[in-house]
């Protein structure tokens, strides 16, 4: 095996952190390929490091690309805040009133041997419902539902970038329960619509050259070898190299995925929503608005246990996201009620993307942090264990 390389800077911290051991040591017992990570608070970054080769003849370190995919949500979530902040609608805009096609989807209630049968919603779904998922459209990795309807219409998925594969069906009334899917992909098309710009161009001029996220961009193509490469975990604890992206140039760019960037660049955006809207000074979102991401959403709606029940073990293993923690969805990502032992405190904010970009922002404790390689399943065991244990060391280092 390659020797492991560890790359690491904390300001004010000239050692090799336990964190500097967690993820080499991780690489070399096959828990991921390579690991690039990085620890902040409200003020500056506190430690960062990365260990084993991203692919390319490179190691990885803080200059290395990732295809974000799920981690893009939080920054489409928060351009609908400042959307919200502009007065291009509020959380309760119903979505037709701004995209006068979302009205035109149905609630699927059967795959029948002749066909899907569908009926008329009972309500109009909000931008509140698209940002929590609770507008009724899931990925069909995690519904069987759905899983039918695309066998039987061969609906595009959302990775073809068309805005046809926006046009699932409803999975039950808006409201009224929680599938994770490609709400914040029609958020994007409510922001393009309202603002007159593309989406695009929005996250661009309103969120990435504000917070001087400089690596983040919207084509690999502009990345060249920075991109790391994309493997699968085999069942002998190997890995094989793929190819999964979002597409290039699509008819429409889908902010539920289609975001690439670094562990630097996302921690500097973890860090912008722990200051409450603001970084180094520029603010883009206003102190009132950002706490709609720290406030519930969807109060009444449970989510379940697990989290996600997938049916796609190539792609994904089931997600319990903090086991035994109640968890609701606020207007940027998934929040728990509770403290986590040794972990995040109440009111932390997590999620990532299926390619184990993951991320969790603790207010209460003025920390965040990122976690990224590029691996599939989702929710390897190995890694999201290793993933717990680096947050608790980083609770350890830095929360004394």
């Known amino acids: 095996m390659a020797a492991i390389v560890v790359e690491h800077n904390c300001e004010g911290m000239d050692r090799v952190s336990e964190l500097d051991r967690l993820i080499r040591d991780a690489v070399e017992r096959k828990a991921a390929p390579f690991i690039c990570a990085a620890v902040g608070d409200s003020t500056r970054t506190l430690w960062q490091g990365s260990a084993g080769s991203a692919g390319h003849g490179r190691d990885a370190g803080p200059e290395t690309i990732f295809r974000l995919f799920s981690a893009t949500k939080a920054i489409g979530s928060v351009a609908a805040l400042i959307a919200i902040d502009r007065g291009l609608f509020t959380m309760d805009t119903p979505v037709g009133d701004i995209v006068s096609r979302f009205d035109e989807l149905q609630v699927l209630t059967s795959v029948a041997p002749d066909g899907p049968v569908f009926r008329p919603p009972r309500r109009r779904a909000t931008l509140r419902h698209l940002l929590t998922h609770t507008q009724g459209q899931g990925y069909d990795i995690f519904y069987p539902l759905m899983i039918e309807y695309r066998e039987r219409t061969g609906a595009p998925d959302d990775l073809t970038g068309l805005v046809e594969s926006l046009m699932y069906p409803l999975m039950f009334d808006p409201g009224e329960g929680f599938a994770y899917g490609i709400g914040i992909d029609w958020v994007g098309m409510m922001i393009a619509t309202a603002d007159g710009r593309p989406i695009e161009e929005f996250v661009q001029e309103e969120i990435l050259d504000p917070l001087g996220m400089t690596s983040t961009v919207f084509e690999a193509l502009e990345v060249g070898d920075q991109l790391a490469e994309l493997s699968v975990k085999t069942g002998d604890d ?119 970009t993951l991320f969790w922002v603790d207010p209460g404790n003025d920390l965040a942090g990122v976690f990224f390689t590029q691996m599939l399943p989702f929710w390897d065991p190995a890694l999201t264990a290793t993933f717990e244990e680096f947050e608790r060391i980083t609770y350890q280092e830095f929360l004394r």
């Open 238 to 356: 190997n890995f094989e190299i793929t190819e999964r992206a979002a597409p290039s140039r699509p008819e429409f760019y889908h902010m539920g995925n289609c975001l690439y960037s670094t562990t630097t660049d996302y921690l500097r955006f973890l860090r912008c929503i722990l200051n409450r809207g603001e970084l180094d000074g520029t603010r883009i979102v206003s102190r009132e608005t950002v706490e709609l991401a720290f406030t519930d959403q969807i109060v009444g709606v449970e989510l379940p246990t697990p989290l996600l029940t997938s049916h796609a073990p190539a792609v994904s293993y089931d997600v319990d996201l903090l086991p035994g923690a109640r968890l609701t969805h606020t207007a940027a990502a998934f929040m728990n009620f509770d403290s986590v032992p040794g972990r995040r405190g109440p009111e932390s904010l997590s999620w990532g993307g299926v390619f184990h």
